[in-house]
């Protein structure tokens, strides 16, 4: 689980900025949003981030993406370089390096990771380890003058001195330490653990660009990690009439230019594998996917295409809840709202909630409906980004603010849409000043 994450010159975001799920000392439905995966520790199953379009919202989302990407993705080649803006309004930090930190639990022990990286290089990385008291796992540095790296094991972490040899070689300036153990044939524990709480918990942000609906078909199958009866389930809940999910394969010929856009758009050696095997083959698997809608003692057999868009969106989170209640998951989720119906957002919400237990979900959003009921949400849960007059993101929490701005007793919707609190966009007038030539067209 997610104890806190900051973010340091990366996109719009220029000074440190940190969203915290710890949650504060009260008893506000604790029984639904709040764990204790460790004694004295209380961490919040749930934050909204809320902000204007270009506020900087989703960038806290895209470098948690980010530090995925760096630990489970490791560049091959040390000339590669990483796929990010630092803050680019002022001159001075463009030239900097930027910070990802991030503190979590995993396996009953608390860790603080922090990496500082630039476009070409991880300058400084650090691994630390409370259990129950801090120590220090690793700290590595980049040399500046001849890019080779260097890494210091702290005394508790036990190894023989040949491994570490094998894992430095094995660590270009470009890749995390996770990146380098994972081309080496050794093992560490304490990198191990780590690296599975990033592979199995930590999961891959949504957004409504992300073929969530392909995900959770293709882990419908047999073998597969999401339960077919769980997102009928849900789907039955949602009151959208479907009754049974038909999942159909059909190997089809490979439609022309397919495998040389697949070719020269991926980056990943597996997936790279992958089209290399279907081009031996000569065929692709095609996925039919329908929905049997009942009526009465009628069923109809609906394609997925054919769907509404509130529908199909619904599908893939119906999968995504099925992940949150059952393997213990991070999920970051940009525009959770889209396409979906107000009710049926905190529907989805509400089913987290009271069914998940050591799952934890943050989501941007523009949805305004749930601040209007204290009776379904914490102070502490909802954060806002909002933009400076310099350009930079601010991160806060309702929490931050104090009695006099807002009240236990205040009513928190009416509050943020008339900017009270933030995090909503300064509009001009609806009058346009636009250029007509003589003849009265534009």
Not at 213 to 220: A, P, S
Not at 410 to 434: C, H, Q, R, T, W
Request: glycine share 4%; aromatic share 10%; net charge negative.
């Amino acid at each position: 689980m997610i104890i806190s994450f900051s973010v340091t010159n990366f996109g719009p975001i220029r000074e440190k900025q940190t969203i915290s799920f710890e949650a504060k000392k009260y008893d506000d439905l604790e029984n639904y949003y709040v764990i204790e995966p460790i004694k004295g520790l209380r961490l919040l199953k749930l934050i909204f981030l809320y902000g204007a379009n270009a506020s900087g919202k989703t960038t806290m989302l895209n470098a948690i993406e980010f530090l995925r990407d760096i630990v489970l993705d490791p560049f091959e080649k040390k000339n590669e370089k990483f796929d990010f803006n630092p803050f680019l309004f002022d001159n001075e930090s463009k030239n900097l390096d930027s910070t990802i930190e991030i503190d979590f639990v995993h396996k009953s022990k608390k860790y603080s990771y922090r990496v500082e990286f630039n476009k070409k290089v991880i300058s400084q990385e650090t691994l630390l380890v409370f259990n129950p008291n801090k120590a220090t796992v690793f700290k590595r540095t980049t040399n500046v003058n001849n890019n080779l790296t260097e890494i210091v094991f702290g005394s508790k972490v036990k190894l023989n001195k040949d491994y570490v040899n094998t894992l430095v070689s094995n660590t270009l300036s470009n890749n995390t330490v996770f990146g380098g153990f994972l081309k080496t044939n050794i093992d560490i524990v304490e990198l191990r653990e780590v690296l599975d709480w990033f592979e199995s918990a930590l999961r891959p942000m949504i957004s409504p660009r992300t073929d969530l609906d392909g995900f959770v078909t293709r882990n419908l199958n047999d073998g597969g990690n999401i339960s077919k009866e769980n997102v009928l389930e849900v789907l039955r809940k949602a009151d959208l009439n479907i009754e049974d999910i038909i999942i159909e394969e059909k190997e089809r010929d490979i439609p022309e230019g397919l495998l040389e856009f697949l070719e020269t758009s991926t980056k990943n050696e597996e997936d790279r594998k992958k089209i290399s095997s279907i081009r031996e083959k000569g065929k692709v698997t095609a996925v039919n996917l329908e929905f049997v809608h009942k009526f009465g003692d009628k069923s109809y057999n609906l394609p997925f295409e054919n769907q509404s868009q509130g529908t199909q969106r619904f599908y893939g989170l119906a999968g995504v809840l099925d992940i949150l209640v059952r393997q213990n998951s991070i999920v970051p989720i940009d525009e959770l709202e889209s396409s979906l119906h107000p009710d049926l957002y905190i529907h989805f919400i509400l089913m987290h909630l009271v069914n998940s237990s050591k799952s934890q979900l943050i989501a941007t959003t523009h949805n305004r409906e749930i601040l209007k009921n204290r009776d379904i949400f914490r102070d502490d849960c909802i954060w806002f980004a909002d933009k400076t007059e310099e350009g930079n993101t601010e991160i806060y929490s309702l929490e931050d603010f104090d009695t006099k701005t807002i009240r236990n007793s205040s009513n928190v919707y009416n509050a943020y849409s008339i900017g009270k609190l933030g995090g909503v966009p300064e509009l001009g007038d609806y009058f346009l000043d636009f250029k007509y030539d003589e003849d009265g067209e534009n």
